[in-house]
């Protein structure tokens, strides 16, 4: 579905947190949640890394996981360009934002049918969209997506919730998955970009933990053979790896096909990262302490990182 959205401009002023006494950081003026908002019962991820640095394969897969632990799981993509649910609905879905605008923003005349897919072996998947390139807050559309699910009352019979959110942290409005998530996860490779990017990403997650209750989950290496440059940046920040994923071809290939890694064609590589993403979601389900890291400033990025 493609049409020109137009948000209403005072649905974003509301959305912006002017005035509000809680910044979430010196001189913030960030979207805040509406407190009847917030998503009890279920547990909570926020997925965050460089852009195309694989959040949406990750967080496919660790639905699919957690799906096959036997829970219940919603994965809320946060991308304009809709495909966080790809490999699981095998289409790309109409986004939140274009079936509101549909009906003029006017939510009451929604079902959940218009914007909610099921996916690979159960799970819920919705892409939340974000506004026209400068004409809105991604925010907003986090804000109207979670107001969905809470009046159809979707997320009373969820166990998991996964927001995969795009490229790095730019603005409070893409940081709004944040005011939901209990843990947030870094997808990062092992190159000094990604790192760069997961050491704002790790500000960001400070700066909201002031307020909410997100706290720091670690970090997911992805599309690396090697993980030396990862643990280097760990070991001086506290940050800590969760998970690892090589660069294979049967990952690459697993997005062209439209499928989860649990539906590609067996082999022991393929079995060792199905096996690693169970234990992934285990983990996360069982539940662990906050990861302790501390953001460093960049020009400490630049000179720790790359050098022998």
Not at 11 to 36: F, L, M, N, T, W
Not at 138 to 159: A, F, N, P, R
Not at 286 to 293: K, R, T
Request: glycine share 10%.
């Amino acid at each position: 579905m493609s049409m020109n959205v137009s948000i209403p401009v005072d649905s974003i002023r509301r959305a912006s947190g002017v005035g509000i006494s809680r910044p979430d950081g010196e001189g913030s003026v960030q979207v805040h949640q509406d407190a009847s908002m917030k998503i009890d019962g279920a547990k909570v991820f926020a997925v965050y890394g460089k852009g195309g640095i694989g959040k949406s394969t990750t967080s496919s897969n660790l639905s699919a996981a957690f799906s096959k632990l036997g829970k219940r799981v919603l994965q809320i993509g946060c991308d304009p360009k809709h495909d966080s649910t790809f490999t699981l609905t095998k289409k790309l879905m109409p986004t939140v934002i274009d079936v509101l605008a549909s009906v003029d923003f006017h939510s009451e005349e929604l079902t959940p049918d218009d914007y909610i897919y099921e996916g690979y072996n159960g799970v819920m998947c919705i892409e939340a969209g974000g506004p026209p390139a400068g004409t809105g807050c991604g925010g907003y559309v986090v804000g109207q997506t979670v107001k969905l699910l809470k009046e159809h009352h979707l997320l009373e019979d969820t166990d998991v919730v996964i927001f995969d959110v795009l490229g790095d942290v730019v603005c409070g409005g893409f940081a709004a998955p944040l005011q939901h998530a209990d843990r947030a996860l870094v997808v990062a490779a092992n190159d000094f970009d990604s790192i760069f990017a997961m050491n704002r990403i790790i500000s960001a997650i400070k700066a909201k933990a002031k307020n909410y209750d997100v706290r720091i989950g670690g970090v997911i290496a992805n599309r690396s053979k090697d993980t030396d440059q990862i643990e280097r940046f760990n070991k001086v920040t506290g940050m800590e790896m969760v998970a690892h994923f090589p660069d294979l071809d049967v990952i690459r290939r697993s997005r062209l096909k439209k499928s989860t890694l649990f539906e590609m064609e067996s082999s022991p590589e393929l079995e060792a990262v199905q096996q690693e993403y169970l234990r992934l979601a285990a983990a996360l389900w069982a539940g662990s302490d906050p990861v302790q890291a501390t953001s460093l400033e960049d020009r400490e990025i630049f000179d720790l990182l790359g050098f022998d």
